[in-house]
């Protein structure tokens, strides 16, 4: 890496490691929600973030009104800021389950674990996803999460230590998917978030447009013998609580079909409630404008 790529890395996560530990004096929802609103202020400014939820929302939502769009952009950038400074003291927001709320096929998770069977806990990037690890991993031990290492090392050193509060977590490198190949069969769980473009994946509806999607995690599944356990988390009109809701588990079919029924959960959630999906992903690359489903 050159000397100017680590200079730029240094100098694009300097408000991501500075403002937390400016904000760290002030209680914990001051903290969250202050971060929030200068977080939601960039997103809503910077040009360049600004058109890329914008331009996802003109391609899954042609027909919405303009001032629809723009109140919808105050809001997700509003949950956008919530979930990243929540997850930034993940430490700390892991015990703060007085926030959330646990519902939906809990008892299937439960039997799985004292079955010793391993499960995969599927989810989007919606509400915050952390609230079903400080939910569940007292019940599973131990949780892990699978993760994408950020392209920018810097942030990679902040982000890292803050998913690991919550449990062993394992970056989707050859190494990190050996340790949570083996940590399934130990009969473990393991959450993951399968909402972005994956260049190897098949192409299928999300929320309505096509979008490729990868199959490497039913097939891990069904390799494995784990089940796969749909859940969103949803976040409150308080902007604060959390209900982690539990779908019940897919039949064991094929890595197509489990993936296709994936999508169509997380799309019917997403629709539902738009403002609290990460509209930030470049979800739809490299799919023609044609390939597009009804809604």
């Known amino acids: 890496m050159s000397d100017k790529s680590k200079l730029r890395h240094y100098i694009d996560a300097l408000p991501i490691w500075l403002l937390p530990k400016l904000l760290r004096p002030l209680p914990f929802r001051m903290r969250v929600r202050f971060g929030a609103w200068m977080l939601s202020g ?3 400014h910077v040009p360049s973030l600004r058109k890329r939820i914008t331009n996802n929302l003109d391609h899954v939502f042609p027909d919405m009104p303009r001032p629809e ?3 919808l952009l105050r809001n997700i950038a509003r949950n956008i800021g919530l979930g990243f400074f929540e997850l930034i003291y993940n430490s700390e927001y892991q015990k ?3 926030e959330m709320r646990l519902s939906g096929d809990v008892a299937t998770l439960d039997a799985a674990h004292a079955e010793g069977r391993p499960v995969l806990l599927v989810s989007a990037h919606f509400g915050q996803f952390e609230a079903a690890r400080a939910m ?3 019940r599973t031990k131990p949780l892990g999460a699978l993760y994408h290492p950020a ?5 990679e050193r902040i982000y890292t230590p803050a998913l690991a509060a ?3 977590i394992f970056p989707t490198t050859p190494r990190g998917l050996a340790a949570l190949s083996k ?3 130990g009969g473990g769980f393991v959450a993951l978030l399968l909402d972005q473009y994956a260049d190897d994946g098949v192409p299928m509806p999300f929320v309505g447009r096509m979008a490729k999607t990868g199959l490497s995690m039913a097939r891990l599944a069904l390799k494995n013998n784990a089940l796969i356990v749909p859940l969103i988390c949803v976040r409150g009109d308080d902007g604060v609580t959390i209900d982690v809701q539990i779908a019940p588990p897919l039949a064991s079919t094929d890595a197509l079909t489990m993936t296709r029924e994936l999508n169509d959960f997380m799309s019917a959630e997403i629709l539902k409630r738009p403002e609290q999906w990460y509209w930030l992903h470049r979800r739809w690359k490299n799919m023609p404008t044609q390939d597009v489903e009804n809604t």
Do not use: D, I, Q, S
Not at 151 to 155: A, I, K, L, S, T
């Open 136 to 138: 569940l991993g007292p």
């Open 151 to 155: 392209h920018n090392p810097v942030f």
């Open 69 to 71: 769009k723009r109140r």
């Open 183 to 185: 940590h399934l069969k």
């Open 42 to 44: 960039v997103l809503r």
């Open 166 to 168: 919550a449990g062993p």
């Open 96 to 98: 703060r389950t007085h």
